[in-house]
């Protein structure tokens, strides 16, 4: 009694899609499948230990069933369905050339149909039986049961973690941990889900499938660096410059016009010089002069303020009080 579903490719997702639409159409698995060594299902062939696909892994662990890999080259191990693969690409051309129009999910349609009840119909030559009659009268009843809902086909995928920290999955990215900076990792996409793997098959992360471009955990990267990647650093470096004081905030809003992009990093720069002289007095004072003057170059402006600490010093050094000049002694005195 067989299952016939047409397909534009044979990759893994839609290999893994047509056996749970098999399954659904039995209404249960066997308690095993025998497959050929095509490499959507079988990646690795072997007698004793076939290495299986990991989505294919997935399907036959979720519904219960042994994968038993046919022995390469020996069409025996599947001759029924070997002889079947004649009359299936017949019959394809004859669905096409009856409804030239269908699309190829309406095709499948009128394959199942054709299943059931023209070939499922017929006498069988080895059992003397109709299949479709077999199925729901004998085997149905035997096989194993379906899940309450069909399996999520999953989709998994080797990538290369960048330079930067970020890998790429269909124009998103996703960030990782500083130790897996130039590491692979495997991806497994599944639903609104991606979850990233190491070699050893230990789960690293976790990313809900959203419309963001960029994706990371809040501790991936330093405040600024995320604000870059969100694209908001130009008011990440005003908030910055606001918790100094409202004159630094004048001045970084200063620098970043009247593009802030191109400014930004002068406007870092700045921030860097105000936030290592923010503990002065005249602190507030130096940013308006420097907003007078246009200082917005990190180098003139901690000059500005080495030479504001220089006049402070200066004009701050105490002078002796008449007691303290009367307490003054001569060289003299010592000599002696």
Not at 51 to 65: I, M, P, S, V
Not at 77 to 105: C, G, I, T
Not at 251 to 273: C, D, Y
Not at 291 to 313: D, H
């Amino acid at each position: 009694f067989p299952f016939v579903e047409y397909c534009h490719s044979q990759d893994q997702v839609q290999f893994v899609s047509s056996n749970v639409r098999m399954v659904e159409f039995y209404e249960g698995v066997t308690e095993r499948i025998v497959i050929d060594n095509l490499k959507s299902g079988v990646l690795k062939p072997d007698i004793y230990d076939p290495t299986l696909n990991r989505a294919y892994a997935d399907f036959a662990e979720y519904y219960g069933t042994f994968i038993d890999t046919a022995r390469v080259a020996q069409p025996t191990d599947k001759a029924k369905v070997e002889r079947l693969v004649q009359q299936v690409r017949e019959l394809f051309r004859y669905l096409v050339a009856l409804h030239p129009s269908y699309s190829l999910a309406e095709l499948n349609k009128k394959a199942l149909k054709w299943c059931k009840e023209e070939y499922g119909m017929r006498e069988h030559g080895t059992t003397g039986e109709k299949p479709t009659v077999m199925w729901q009268e004998v085997e149905r009843p035997k096989l194993i049961g379906l899940p309450a809902t069909a399996f999520e086909v999953p989709e998994y995928k080797w990538v290369t973690v960048g330079p930067d920290r970020f890998f790429s999955y269909k124009k998103k990215r996703y960030a990782m941990p500083e130790e897996y900076r130039g590491a692979q990792v495997l991806l497994r996409i599944s639903g609104d889900f991606l979850r990233v793997f190491d070699s050893r098959s230990r789960l690293l992360r976790q990313y809900l499938i959203t419309g963001e471009k960029i994706n990371s955990f809040p501790d991936d990267f330093p405040e600024d660096r995320q604000a870059m990647m969100r694209g908001s650093y130009p008011q990440y470096l005003i908030r910055k410059g606001r918790e100094l004081s409202p004159a630094a905030e004048q001045l970084i809003r200063e620098i970043l016009t009247p593009h802030a992009w191109i400014r930004a990093r002068a406007a870092r720069g700045v921030l860097n010089v105000l936030e290592k002289y923010t503990y002065l007095p005249m602190f507030n004072a130096v940013c308006s002069e420097a907003l007078n003057k246009r200082i917005f170059i990190p180098k003139q402006l901690k000059a500005l303020f080495e030479e504001s600490v220089r006049q402070y010093t200066f004009e701050f050094i105490p002078s002796r009080s008449e007691k303290g000049k009367r307490m003054t002694r001569s060289v003299g005195e010592y000599l002696n």
